[in-house]
Structures are given as C-alpha cells and as structure tokens.
T-cell receptor
Framework: AQSVTQPDIHITVSEGASLELRCNYS??????LFWYVQSPGQGLQLLLK??????LVQGIKGFEAEFKRSQSSFNLRKPSVHWSDAAEYFC?????????????FGTGTQLKVEL | DAGVIQSPRHEVTEMGQEVTLRCKPI?????LFWYRQTMMRGLELLIY????????DSGMPEDRFSAKMPNASFSTLKIQPSEPRDSAVYFC??????????????FGPGTRLTVL
C-alpha cells in the first residue's frame, strides 16, 4: 500500500530564509505527487503537483518541489519565506484505482515563520 | 465559481444524536471525497464517489457512518448515533476527471464537529 512520510512535524524559519520541507513516499508504480497547504481554519489548497516529465516543478506562491525517484522523495522548497507562509503543509501521493483515484496524505509539517 | 461548499461550518451536538454534514461540489467535477482531520490521526479519507457512485468506503470507521450522493451537486455524510470520539473537522473535496491522470482536489472549508 502507498504511504507518505513527512519526518518534520514542526519547522521554524526566519522570514527571508530559505525553506525545505521533506517528503518521502512509498509506492510501487510511478507516483502522482502533490503538495497542499492549509492555513488555520481553512481547507487545503494545492501548491503544486508532479505527474511526469521535468522533475522540478513550480507551484504557486513561489514554491517548487523536486521529484527524486532514487530517494523516493518530493521535497518542497522556497528560496525566501514570507510571514504569510506560516501554515501546515501536506505532501500526498495519488493512485489510480479501478473506479477512480484517491490521495494518501502525510501527517503534515507545521511551519512557523519568525519575523 | 463558489468552490466547494460545506454546511454547517460548525456543529455542536450531544452524544447519541444524529449528525448530517452536507457538501456541494464544484460544478462539473465528477469525483467527491469525504475526509476527517484530527490531531491524533491526521487527514483520513473516509469515502469517495465517482460519478455519484461510491467507489471506496474502506475508510469509514464504523457502521454509524454513512454517506450518500443522490446527484452530481450534493452529498451528505451522516453519523448516527454520534459519539465524542467523532469530534473532528470533516472536509469535502471534489475533483475533475483528468484523462490518464489524477485531477486536483479542491477542498471545502470544512465542518468542525464537536460531540459532547
């Protein structure tokens, strides 16, 4: 069965510093990978996704992620963090099933930004 | 587009009562998902529908939980009877069909359920 591991529960960075959130997945076939962000009291919003092709994908809000098959990783990065980036970040792997598709989410990484 | 609409946004009820959560997906989306989010268990997929048909309900915790999608624009998640351990935020999400792939899931704002 597929699974997603986000090893960092909490991360604190200073505003303007770079950010990398780690994500490792387990899935037997080529994965569909996603990063979502959740602000307090809100639903999840898609930041970016990887299906195939270029392993470096660009997303909204200046985020990017790199798919590394050899490491089973899909880490999220941002070169300069803004205070408004404080939120919870979820990595997810999607699978196609007989009748549709579904996502398995990691446990999330809570990002705190210090001013 | 108004996005995925969920109601109510907050629900407080007493143990043993029936709870019904409602969801209106984005028009034209053919998949609908119900999730539960708690501190202890994170984000769990409860059930999902494709073209109004339940595809996978393996995440539904107990028979007390049931979900329906009578048409393409409406779904309900019912808990009867409710228990304090059902307290959580329940999200509905919808996605379009994407040929050969997986469409982006658009999440609603969630319903925060508290069972006393």
């Amino acid at each position: 069965a597929q699974s997603v591991t986000q090893p960092d529960i909490h991360i604190t960075v200073s505003e303007g510093a770079s950010l990398e959130l780690r994500c490792n997945y387990s899935y037997g076939a080529t994965p569909y990978l996603f990063w979502y962000v959740q602000s307090p009291g809100q639903g999840l919003q898609l930041l970016l996704k990887y299906f195939s092709g270029d392993t470096l994908v660009q997303g909204i809000k200046g985020f990017e992620a790199e798919f590394k098959r050899s490491q089973s990783s899909f880490n999220l990065r941002k070169p300069s963090v803004h205070w408004s980036d404080a939120a919870e970040y979820f990595c997810a792997v999607g699978i196609l099933t007989g009748g549709g598709n579904k996502l398995t989410f990691g446990t999330g990484t809570q990002l705190k930004v210090e001013l | 587009d108004a996005g995925v609409i969920q109601s109510p946004r907050h629900e407080v009820t007493e143990m043993g009562q029936e709870v019904t959560l409602r969801c209106k997906p984005i028009s034209g989306h053919n998949s609908l998902f119900w999730y539960r989010q708690t501190m202890m268990r994170g984000l769990e997929l409860l059930i999902y529908f494709n073209n109004n048909v339940p595809i996978d309900d393996s995440g539904m915790p107990e028979d007390r939980f049931s979900a329906k999608m009578p048409n393409a624009s409406f779904s309900t998640l019912k808990i009867q009877p409710s228990e304090p351990r059902d307290s959580a935020v329940y999200f509905c999400a919808s996605s379009p069909w994407l040929a050969g792939g997986i469409g982006e899931q658009f999440f609603g704002p969630g319903t925060r359920l508290t069972v006393l």
